[in-house]
């Protein structure tokens, strides 16, 4: 070929394959605007849980990419390859003089600096956010069905956090009232999770709700819910890491005995002197066995302001209760039954936290209880003031009818 004709051909080649290149280069799969404020450091981080206990996790994700947020805002992951198959990771954002990329600051909805996001080869995905109400503030389209679901649950989380956890300002007394205030917030708190995660069809976002219930995964108070989660999403994915994972913490012997089981025939050693065995002391409609401890203020004042007067109101129904008591001191354990007029059938192995019938129980925290049918089946728990006495009350208005 003629020199004069080679030029061309070679400026047309070169042409051909930087167009090809080109057409092969995929947009990124995750990009989009921050408003960044002061005191944010313009970069994010690509977060990536590694199991299902990394999962809203302060240190625990991966990081897997990071990109620079540029003076407009704008930022683009160009060297992250989604997978295949949809997976879940956390957008973060850190303050300046932060020293890890993956630190999450969760205690407050509002300002939490992380985001869940599922993505996905070939799906893109644009954000929006302000940097000082990262989590809060952020938007995404297009809509995946995950991501809609995400969205929807930190929705749902705030609104919880801002009427149920947030502090009126100058904070109650850590006194016994507090205590049990808080515990009772902590439970509606939780609600709207839980039925989140009942209902929704997205188990990635189910996940994020069931961490969420309980960071330090602690699911003493909900094992019913754990245990239900288990079987929905086994049934549904039975060969995810995750979800295999959250059936280990829900296995026989990690959680409490749930409503519907029936409480062990143990023996218990009684105030008296007595070693009676449980079914013993059963009442023969309903039975309340209460946990509580001399040193435990919300269940002293429980005994005087509620177990007291169910007993006197109904114990000629059938209503009997039985207490066990974590304590160590006869001498203080038996001057609080008597203060506290507490008396009905009392045990306890006085052998304080390290108790064998609460270790089979496997019950941690107290005060807490079970309300027994004439067989020893759990029929509820961990009801207390107000809705323990309502449950008593109709427990035992139906079993007379």
Not at 104 to 132: C, F, H, I, M, W
Not at 154 to 174: V, Y
Not at 351 to 377: C, M, R, Y
């Amino acid at each position: 070929m003629p020199a004069s004709r080679l030029l061309p051909y070679l400026i047309l080649s070169a042409l051909v394959l930087s167009s090809s290149r080109c057409q092969t280069q995929p947009p990124p799969v995750l990009s989009g605007r921050i408003a960044l404020h002061p005191g944010w450091r313009p970069v994010l981080y690509l977060l990536q849980p590694r199991n299902f206990g990394d999962i809203a996790t302060n240190y625990a994700g991966a990081v897997v990419d990071s990109a620079v947020i540029k003076p407009d805002g704008s930022f683009s992951f160009d060297r992250f390859h989604a997978p295949e198959l949809p997976a879940l990771y956390e957008l973060v954002i850190q303050p300046e003089g932060s020293r890890f990329a993956n630190k999450l600051n969760d205690e407050d909805p509002e300002t939490a600096n992380y985001l869940s996001v599922v993505l996905k080869k070939g799906e893109e995905v644009r954000l929006q956010a302000e940097a000082g109400h990262f989590s809060a503030t952020a938007t995404i389209e297009p809509y995946s069905a995950d991501n809609h679901a995400l969205i929807q649950l930190r929705d749902i989380r705030r609104l919880a956090f801002d009427r149920f956890m947030r502090t009126p300002e100058g904070g109650a007394h850590a006194d016994d009232t507090a205590l049990l205030e808080q515990a009772e917030r902590i439970g509606q708190y939780r609600a709207p999770l839980l039925a989140f995660a009942d209902t929704t069809k997205s188990y990635r976002a189910a996940l994020l709700a069931i961490r969420w219930v309980s960071p330090e995964s602690d699911y003493e108070r909900v094992p019913e819910f754990l245990h239900r989660q288990c079987e929905r999403w086994q049934a549904i994915h039975p060969d995810h890491p995750f979800v295999q994972q959250l059936c280990q913490l829900s296995a026989p012997g990690r959680l409490p005995l749930m409503v519907g089981n029936t409480i062990p025939d143990f023996p218990l050693p009684l105030s008296g002197g007595d070693t009676l065995n449980l079914y013993t002391l059963l009442g023969k409609r309903l039975t309340l066995l209460d946990l509580w401890a001399s040193w435990c203020a919300p269940c002293r004042r429980e005994n005087r302001e509620v177990l007291a007067p169910l007993w006197a109101k109904y114990r000629e129904q059938g209503f009997a209760i039985a207490g066990y008591a974590l304590d160590s001191s006869p001498e203080a354990w038996k001057a609080a039954i008597q203060k506290d007029h507490a008396l009905w059938p009392q045990a306890s192995h006085l052998s304080g936290d390290s108790s064998p019938f609460l270790d089979t129980l496997h019950v941690t925290t107290i005060p807490a209880n079970f309300l027994l049918d004439e067989q020893g089946k759990i029929v509820a728990k961990n009801l207390h003031g107000e809705k323990l006495m309502k449950f008593v009350e109709v427990y035992l208005s139906k079993q007379g009818n």
